[in-house]
Structures are given as C-alpha cells and as structure tokens.
T-cell receptor, first 112, second 113 residues
Framework: SQTIHQWPATLVQPVGSPLSLECTVE??????LYWYRQAAGRGLQLLFY??????ISSEVPQNLSASRPQDRQFILSSKKLLLSDSGFYLC???????????FGQGTRLTVV | KQEVTQIPAALSVPEGENLVLNCSFT??????LQWFRQDPGKGLTSLLL?????REQTSGRLNASLDKSSGRSTLYIAASQPGDSATYLC????????????FGAGTRLFVKA
C-alpha cells in the first residue's frame, strides 16, 4: 500500500531563517506531488506541483520554492522566512490526473 | 477561473440526525470531485471520489452526489455521530493546466451527543 510521510509535524522558526520541509511517498512510482498551504480559517491553496523529477510548477508568487530531487521526494524551502509564511503545510500525491489525491499529516509552521 | 464554494460554513446538529453538506463549483470542466475530512490540526482523509462521468458514490453512512452540469455536489451523512465532528472539504480536479485541485473553504461540522 502507498503511504505519504511529512516532517516535521510542527516547527517554530524566527523571521529570516531558512526552511526545509520534506515529503516522501512510499509504495508507488512516478507520483504527481503537491504542496498546499492552509492559512487559519481559509481553504487550501496550491503552492507547487510536480509531475516528475526536477519538474516543478509554481501556482502563486511567493517566498517559497520547491524541489524534487528524487522520484518520491518533494521538498519545500525558503531562504528567509517571513511572518506571512506561517500556516499549515500539506503534501499530497496522486497517481494520475483523474485519480484520488492522498494527503500527509501536515506541518504546522509558525514564524516568530 | 475555477471557484469552489461550500455551504454552510459551519453546522451543529444533534446526534442521529441526517445531514447534507453542499459544494458548488463554477467550471464544469473537471476530472473528478473529491470529499475529504479534516480533524483539527491534522491532514486530510479522503472520503469519496466521484469521477466526472459518475453521479454518486457511497461509502458506509456517506453518500456523495455530483451534478456536473449545474456545478453542484452534496455529501449526505446518515445517522450522524459525535465522531463525525470535523471539517469537510470538497475539491475539484480541473481539466487543463496541470493537475490542479481546487478546494472549498470547508464546512465545520459539530455533532452533539
């Protein structure tokens, strides 16, 4: 069976510090991968998606970047965090464009 | 631009009641619609997936319908239980422009014992 792992579960970082959140998927190959952010009281916003190694599409201009160094690894990064980067970050995967999406347990990021 | 709206934003019902959550979307060019459950501080759990060619899907006490032409979906929960308390999100996977999934803001459900 397929599983998706996200870590860390919670993170408190000072403004201006770097960020690296990692997501890995097990039990499948060549998944489509996604990073979402959920701000307090708001819906999920798609940040990045990837259809293959090294292929990253950005949905919104922002202070964050994403990378896919391996088939089942998706990394969300920032060189310098802003207060507005605080939120709940979710990684997801799907096999094809018309199949179910499965989500990780999320990372609660607080920038102070 | 695809927009997804969920009504109501919040709902409180007594245990045992049947209830309906509503989801509407503006662009019918979708691959599928998926209903999720999210518990506080947790990730999303997939409940039901309806392909664009389907009208409904059922899983246990849950039934989801899809009317693509009118841009609407409903999630029916039968005989609600306190354990059903959570936020329910609907999301559509749009055709074209990659595999973007657009989410509604969710309906926060509270089932009172």
């Amino acid at each position: 069976s397929q599983t998706i792992h996200q870590w860390p579960a919670t993170l408190v970082q000072p403004v201006g510090s770097p960020l690296s959140l990692e997501c890995t998927v097990e039990g499948t190959s060549n998944p489509n991968l996604y990073w979402y952010r959920q701000a307090a009281g708001r819906g999920l916003q798609l940040l990045f998606y990837s259809v293959g190694i090294g292929q990253i599409s950005s949905e919104v201009p922002q202070n964050l970047s994403a990378s896919r160094p391996q088939d089942r690894q998706f990394i969300l990064s920032s060189k310098k965090l802003l207060l507005s980067d605080s939120g709940f970050y979710l990684c997801a995967w799907s096999r094809e464009k018309n199949t179910e999406a499965f989500f990780g347990q999320g990372t609660r990021l607080t920038v102070v | 631009k695809q927009e997804v709206t969920q009504i109501p934003a919040a709902l409180s019902v007594p245990e045992g009641e049947n209830l309906v959550l509503n989801c509407s979307f503006t662009d019918s060019a979708i691959y599928n619609l998926q209903w999720f459950r999210q518990d506080p501080g947790k990730g999303l759990t997939s409940l039901l997936l309806i392909q664009s060619s389907q009208r409904e899907q059922t899983s246990g006490r849950l039934n989801a319908s899809l009317d693509k032409s009118s841009g609407r979906s409903t999630l029916y929960i039968a005989a609600s239980q306190p354990g059903d308390s959570a936020t329910y999100l609907c999301a559509v996977r749009k055709i074209g422009g990659g595999f973007k999934t657009i989410f509604g803001a969710g309906t926060r459900l509270f089932v009172k014992a």
